[in-house]
């Protein structure tokens, strides 16, 4: 069974950090370049970071200088350094797997696999 399972999420203040964590399973994970996306409420999501199978990254703007992702193939888990948090992060955070890391990264229709979310809130 194809699974990616978000953890992590949770309430913190503005300025603070947060560490997102994606377990998958049921496929090669050490092949596809895995993604965080995210979802703020009435907004559409939007992506987030990318990383390759050989640990390429790329960032939003929003979020580069902040964020930072990296994976574990050993363990198949993705994860999400937030550091610096903004009210503004505020969303529920998305992984997903694709192929490519490609330009098309950034639009969510390019992914096949997604996780089922975690929240994530930031106060002021």
């Known amino acids: 069974q194809v699974q990616l399972v978000e953890s992590g999420g949770g309430l913190v203040q503005a300025e603070g950090s947060l560490r997102l964590s994606c377990a998958a399973s049921?496929?090669?994970?050490?092949?596809?370049?895995m993604g965080w996306f995210r979802q703020a409420p009435g907004k559409e999501r939007e992506f987030v970071a990318a990383?390759?199978?050989?640990?390429?990254?790329y960032y939003s703007d929003s979020v580069k200088g902040r964020f930072t992702i990296s994976r574990d193939n050993a363990k198949s888990t993705v994860y999400l350094q937030m550091n610096s948090l903004k009210p503004e992060d505020t969303a529920v955070y998305y992984c997903a797997a694709t192929e490519a890391f490609s330009s098309s990264m950034v639009n969510s229709n390019h992914y096949n696999t997604w996780g089922q979310g975690t929240q994530v809130t930031v106060s002021s």
């Open positions: 990383i390759s199978w050989s640990a390429r990254s």
């Open positions: 049921g496929f090669s994970f050490g092949s596809k370049t």
